[in-house]
Structures are given as C-alpha cells and as structure tokens.
C-alpha cells in the first residue's frame, strides 16, 4: 500500500471524529431534551401514582366487602378478636388493620412501605429511567416481600401478614437537611412489640432497616434461638437488551469472612443451599442492585431464582431464606442495610460500617476472571475514568483510549511484525533445507532447521508471543465494556445507547434469526469488516513465512477458510452484545491496520535479510541454549526408543 492509501485511511479516521464532534447535540438542544423528557416522566410517575393508588382502593374495597360478608353473617367484634387471639396469641390484635402506605425518600430513592407486612412496598431510583423513559424500579408492589417467621407457643406468626402501626400520623419521610426515620410497630396484647425502623440520610442508597424485639422475651417460643427471614423480589427489565440484561442478572452472596459467590446467570432455574454464615446477599440487575447487608452475619441461608420466559416485564423470580440468631432478651435489636441502587464500581467499594470491614460491593460487577480482572480494576478503569473526568462525550473517551491502549502495545505489535519478516525472507532457506533432508526423518529436519534460526538470531515464537500478551487486554474488554454503567444510555452517532446493542434496522413482526437476533447491528458490521481486513493483511505474512507447503498443504486452505469464517462468527456473537464493546474492537482493528501499514513502509525486507546473513556469518557456531539442548537430548530419547520398538517388531515377524 502507498503513501496516498495511508494518507486517505488517516483522512477516513479524521472525518470519522470530525463527524461524531459535529454530531453532538449543542447546549440549547440538550435543555430542550432534558424538558421533554422531564415532562415525560412526571406524567408516567403520575400515572404510576393513580395506579397505586387504585389498587390500594381495590383492596380497601376487597376489605369492606368482607367486613359486609362477615356483618351478614352476624359474627361479633369479640368473637373475630377471639379466634384471631387463639391464631396467633398475643399477636391476634396485629392481625386486623388499616392498609396505608409510608414513603421515606430522599434524592437518590424513594421508598415506600406497606403497613401490612411492614416491608417496602416498591424502590423507585430517582436519577434513573428505563430504556423506554418510565421510571426506574428496583421493584414495585407486590413484586417485593420480606418476611419473618415467629412462634408464639406452638403457634407460628408470619409478619408479612400482619399489621404494623406508625409510630407518628406521617405518611411521608424526606431526608433533606437530616435523616428520616419511620418506625412501624406490629404491637402486641401483652404491651410488647415488633419493631421495623427504617432510616435514610441525605444523597445515600443505603436505608438503614433495623428489626427490634421490645417485651417478647417471654411471648416467643423458648426452644427457639433464632428466627427465620424470607426475602422475595421479582427482578424487573429496565435494559433494552433483555435476553442479554437477564444473562447478567442473578443472585451474589459474599461468604462470612470469605470469598463471593453467585448463582450461574444462564439457566433457566436455581437454586442453592449455603451452608456456612453469609455477610451478605444481593440480588443483582445488569446494572441495579438490592443488597440486603446484617451488621453481622446470617446463617442457614437458601437463595434460589427462577427464569421468566416471556422477558417483557419481569426477568427472573429471586427468593432466599436465612436465620438470625435471637437470645430472648427483654430488649434486642438487629441491625441491617439495604443497599437500593447503581452498580458503580467507586460508590460499592466504598461502602463499609466499621473499620476494616472490606464488604467486597464491588464484586457485583464481573470485571473478568484472573488476569483479565486485574487488567480491568487496575489499568482499564482508572484509564477510562481519567478520560471521563475531561467531560468529553464517550463515544470519544472509547476512541481515545483505543488510541492509548494501542500506542502503549506498538512495541508489541512492532516486534510482531518483524519475527513474522524475519520467518519470511527465510522462507526460501527453509524450502532448501527441507527438499535436501526430504528422505531424512522428521527429527533431522527439526534440528537443521532450528539450527538455521539460532544461527540468523530468529526466534520462531517471537511473532506469536507479543499477540499472546495483548490477549488479556481484548478479553478485559469483553468484560468491561457491558458492565460499565457510565455508558448506559448514552448516545453516540447512530447508536442510542452505548450499553446495549445499536440497531439501523429492526426486522418487521415477530421474526428473528436464531443466534443472530430481530435487528442489524451497524458497529458489528463494522467491526467484521475490520477484523476481515487486519486479518487478511496479518494472514498473507503468515502464509508467506511457509505455513503450507508440502509438509501441510492444507494449511493455506484452513487460514483463508478462517480469515472468513471468523468475522461471520462474530456478527452472530456480537449482534446483542454492547455497541460500545463493537465500536471498540472497530477502532482496534482500524489501528491495527494502520499499524501494520505503517510498519511495512518502516521495514525493508531485504536490508533484513542482508542483517540476518550479516548476522550469520558473525555466529558460525552458536551456542546452545539450555532449552535447546533440552530439547535435542529429549528428540534423541525419542529416536532410540522409536529404534527399539522397530526392532522389536522385526524380530516378532
């Protein structure tokens, strides 16, 4: 390729930028989305409102029309309060109550609560919207319900069927200048309650929920020394990409004073038992989390999911059960943490109440396995999160440090590219000496030849390890680029959102391509094309250095059928994943080409062999390496064993 084909790609590259700066919507359009869009949430949060609401109506209806029912009937007041007091004993007048609900918000969440049952009604994210604008839920109505089991005698109580009482007439809670506290009270006969408080600072996603038993010493079977908690939530969709949001979707738990752990994301239903103490557990979204955090531990603890097929409204059903040991005490209390909120890698982190305590949050986000997450947290995150600090748009932080990422492997790149010349120009070398030891067996073809690259100063493996080092890199960004909250829902040339898969055209109906999807991802198609071309480029080296040939006449075959097959393999792979993740590997392929480009002009082939033949005579005799001797010695263990077993088949015949 020529000066003015190198010239048109760098002008390619250019208008490329040029066009996404231009494309970026100016400060007057900006105000006038945000208003639209702001309209559009108030009218879905009021709509949201009227339907709550309703249903609270329709339950109250439900509720006088069997007060009617049991009028009809002509059963009194103190026989009901009777038969409730034989169920559930002291608790008997927590059993009947009115249905209110309580929010406790502040910027970051609201929540609100149920009287009956005491648990959080829904949590809605205030800074957060769906892909379809609505607003944002954790979960909503009767899709969450937390729950204890109590025994009074031989008699069992379960909280979330009965009700609890204010301990204020409020029914809304704002955390503004200071916390907002809402106690909720299931009281009973004998002056002793149940208490839920709940407490929530200012700009946090923690609500503090504190569980307290007041008077019950006495009221709570003896021969029990723990009670049973049961956590269910439905997880809600809020991504585009469903299918892709639930195979990130599942359940986290960290062990006590151990390691995390998760329920494999991909099946249809499961479920486990743990059997040692738990610090938390989280029930996880692509990129929302609820995590339910005792101040100490929790122990016989059960978490399970199950899939939703129809992945329109709901992805999976979480629940988990766990115990919390109880001393029948006059007064004891059990201290918790709801983290209800985004899975940003600095905020989880940061989370801890008391010193020394490392919760491990940050788990929740999959940064990769081994050396791929330690690329990730320890290069790729704080490089990507410098570049966001200059408030650039990220479509241009992704290019930017594309650019950093590749200048930083030219090194590699560059010596890449020479082994694979050096094996080049040796090409007609290594066609000599294998047409002169052609009757020869393979081993003195194997020496010869490695005796003509320790003489030139080549290293076979020297094009191969460099690329081996870059690996980690693209399976770190694997990782990182579908986790990264911060490009949700951000915008860049056609693509909507950065996250989530970047459609041109959807397929009409109902009609899908199994493995492929019902839309075409333009990035994707872009990345192909690049992968096709750096493949092309980087495969006619490696087929010029001899790969085919008589010894493997197929092999020239087997690298075109790859150079084709592999970019198809990726549309298939890639069409939902995150449009980010392909226009990252599009810019890295573009590079690539460039690179190598430029690296052909940098290279004059033949001034390399004069260097190799220079090289040669300057090591007639070159030392073995220990390797190398290694390997002879095992070569000629190989042939006097092969000796041996001829000769004993000779003799048996």
């Known amino acids: 390729m020529d000066k003015n084909q190198i010239i048109g790609i760098i002008l390619i590259v250019a208008i490329f930028i040029g066009f996404a700066w231009y494309s970026m919507p100016t400060e007057e359009e900006q105000r006038a989305i945000a208003k639209k869009r702001d309209s559009l949430v108030l009218v879905q949060k009021q709509n949201h409102e009227r339907d709550s609401l309703a249903k609270i109506h329709h339950d109250e209806k439900l509720k006088e029309e069997a007060e009617i029912v049991t009028q009809d009937t002509t059963i009194s007041d103190s026989t009901i309060n009777a038969a409730l007091q034989s169920k559930y004993g002291v608790f008997g007048i927590a059993a009947k109550g009115e249905d209110k609900i309580y929010t406790i918000r502040n910027k970051n969440i609201t929540v609100k609560i149920t009287s009956r049952g005491g648990y959080m009604y829904s949590a809605e994210l205030n800074k957060f919207q769906t892909y379809d604008s609505l607003p944002l839920f954790l979960f909503d109505s009767a899709d969450n319900r937390l729950s204890m089991n109590l025994f009074v005698g031989n008699k069992k109580v379960t909280t979330g069927d009965m009700y609890f009482q204010a ?77 892709w949001e639930n195979k990130n979707t599942t359940i986290y738990y960290k062990l006590y004073k151990d390691d995390t752990d998760y329920l494999t994301e991909t099946t249809d239903d499961k479920k486990e038992n743990i059997p040692t103490k738990v610090k938390w557990i989280a029930y996880k979204n692509q990129f929302f989390s609820q995590v339910l955090i005792p101040n100490t531990y929790t122990e016989r603890n059960f978490v399970a999911y199950e899939k939703d097929q129809a992945q329109t409204k709901y992805l999976k059903t979480f629940s988990s059960s766990f115990s919390i040991p109880y001393g029948h005490k006059p007064s004891e209390t059990f201290g918790f943490n709801f983290y209800l ?47 966001s600090s200059f408030g650039l748009g990220y479509g241009l932080i992704i290019l930017l440090l594309t650019i950093i990422i590749k200048g930083v492997l030219f090194p590699l790149t560059y010596k890449s590219y020479k082994s694979s010349a050096k094996m080049r120009v040796l090409k007609p070398q290594i066609e000599a000496l294998n047409k002169k030891h052609e009757k020869s067996d393979a081993m003195k073809r194997q020496q010869a030849t490695q005796k003509l690259y320790k003489s030139a100063g080549v290293n076979p493996m020297g094009g191969c390890l460099p690329m081996l080092l870059q690996m980690p890199i693209l399976i770190a960004m694997f990782r990182f680029f579908p986790t990264s909250i911060e490009l949700r829902q951000q915008s860049f040339l056609w693509a909507e959102d950065l996250s989530t898969y970047d459609s041109i055209w959807d397929f009409p109906g109902d009609f899908s391509i199994w493995m492929y999807g019902d839309h075409v991802s333009l990035f994707t198609l872009l990345m192909a094309v690049g992968i096709l071309i750096s493949t092309k480029l980087n495969g006619n080296n490696q087929m010029d250095m001899g790969g085919g040939g008589k010894n493997n006449p197929l092999a020239g075959v087997n690298m075109k059928m790859m150079m084709y097959l592999m970019p198809v393999m990726m549309i298939f792979w890639f069409n939902n994943y995150s449009a980010g993740l392909s226009y990252y590997y599009f810019l890295s392929n573009l590079i690539t080409i460039g690179q190598t480009l430029l690296i052909r002009r940098m290279i004059d082939e033949d001034e390399l062999l004069a260097s190799i033949e220079k090289n040669k005579k300057k090591n007639p005799k070159v030392k073995k390496t220990k390797f190398q001797a290694r390997l002879e010695e095992m070569q000629k263990m190989q042939k006097q064993q092969q000796n041996q077993k001829n000769k004993k088949s000779s003799k048996k015949r």
Request: charged share 25%; glycine share 8%; hydrophobic share 40%.
């Open 167 to 243: 301990t204020t007439e409020k029914l809304d809670y704002i955390a503004e200048n200071g916390s907002a506290v809402l106690a909720l009270r299931m009281k009973a006969s004998n002056g002793g309650y149940l208490e839920y408080k709940y407490t929530l600072e200012p700009d946090s996603y923690l609500l503090k929920y504190d569980i307290s038993f007041v008077k019950l010493d006495n009221v709570i079977a003896t021969n029990r020394t723990d009670f049973d908690v049961s956590w269910k939530t439905r997880a809600l969709r809020h991504e585009k990409g469903a299918d």
């Open 341 to 387: 909120g985004p899975n940003e890698h600095k905020g989880l982190k940061n989370i801890s109440f008391s010193e020394g305590d490392d919760l491990e949050l940050e788990a929740l986000i999959p940064m990769g396995w081994g050396i791929f997450g330690w690329v990730n947290k320890f290069a790729i995150v704080p490089l990507f999160n410098f570049l």
